[in-house]
């Protein structure tokens, strides 16, 4: 069964970066589109960018576009994304997850994808 494992979040300061990670283990990774989401107490998951299984197509929240960078590296079960220019609105769980919808995977609905993982906090505060 295939597992997700989130890492690098943590604190940064307005303008600051950050590389958040999706390890993958104990599955076929190669053919499932990945995204990313993020949740902050009280609100609904929403999808923040997604990824082919290639990596030849991607996909961005309006609010992260020409900031975030989605990518992926098949041969070590990773993806991964770039976070810059970071602000205080993006402080939220990040959340990685699968999915087959391959129709429908760029719209980014949560119940589209699977296998979610832990989730790592990242805080933007000065």
């Known amino acids: 069964q295939l597992q997700l494992v989130e890492s690098g979040g943590g604190l940064a300061q307005p303008g600051g970066s950050l590389r958040l990670s999706c390890a993958a283990s104990g599955g076929t990774f190669d053919f499932l589109m990945v995204g990313w989401f993020r949740q902050v107490p009280g609100k609904d998951r929403e999808g923040v960018s997604a990824i082919s299984p290639m990596g030849e197509m991607t996909e961005y929240e309006d609010s992260v576009k020409g900031r975030y960078t989605i990518s992926r590296d098949n041969r070590k079960n990773m993806v991964y994304l770039h976070m810059n220019n970071l602000k205080p609105e993006d402080t939220a769980v990040y959340y990685c997850?699968?999915?087959?919808?391959?129709?429908?995977?760029?719209?980014?609905?949560?119940?589209?994808?699977?296998?979610w993982g832990q989730g790592t906090q990242v805080t933007v505060s000065s």
């Open positions: 997850a699968v999915s087959e919808a391959y129709t429908t995977w760029t719209r980014m609905i949560p119940t589209d994808f699977h296998s």
